[in-house]
């Protein structure tokens, strides 16, 4: 890697490969459950791997969800941004620079020093909205 770190493990890579594959927020113990096949029996190993993978920017936590996802945008700089559809579960990663630089201007103003900012967008998407899909409704797209 360019960057200078470790490359990634192969635990890392699988969870990273799953994550890509799924195209929606997975949990720690689904990303469990897809690699006991491969003898990863173990969360922490799970866990060790999820928080590589968000320190490197290469995946993130959606807090509400307590769940994870790849990342869009690799080794972007600014803050997360998600949309997330509590009708069918799709989430999109975004970035807004307006909002990121309005979020660091209040930071600056009150003294507080943000260590990360995670926006998180709930509702429908626009597929759902246009058929009328309701809240909390899972549908498949």
């Not at 959606?62 to 972007?76: D, K, Y």
Request: with cysteine; hydrophobic share 40%.
């Amino acid at each position: 890697m360019s960057s200078g770190r470790r490359p990634l493990s192969q635990t890392q890579e699988r969870v990273l490969a799953l994550l890509v594959a799924a195209g929606k927020p997975l949990s720690a113990y689904d990303l469990l459950h897809l690699l006991r096949h491969e003898g990863v029996n173990a969360p922490p190993t799970v866990y060790r791997a999820l928080d590589r993978l968000v320190r490197d920017g290469l995946a993130h936590r959606i807090e509400s969800l307590n769940a994870f996802v790849a990342c869009s945008r690799p080794h972007h700089q600014d803050m997360a941004s998600f949309a997330i559809c509590d009708a069918c579960g799709v989430v999109a990663e975004f970035g807004d620079g307006e909002l990121q630089s309005r979020l660091e201007a209040l930071s600056e103003r009150t003294g507080f020093q943000a260590e990360r900012t995670t926006v998180e967008l709930r509702g429908r998407c626009a597929a759902c909205a246009a058929h009328g899909h309701g809240h909390g409704h899972v549908h498949a797209h």
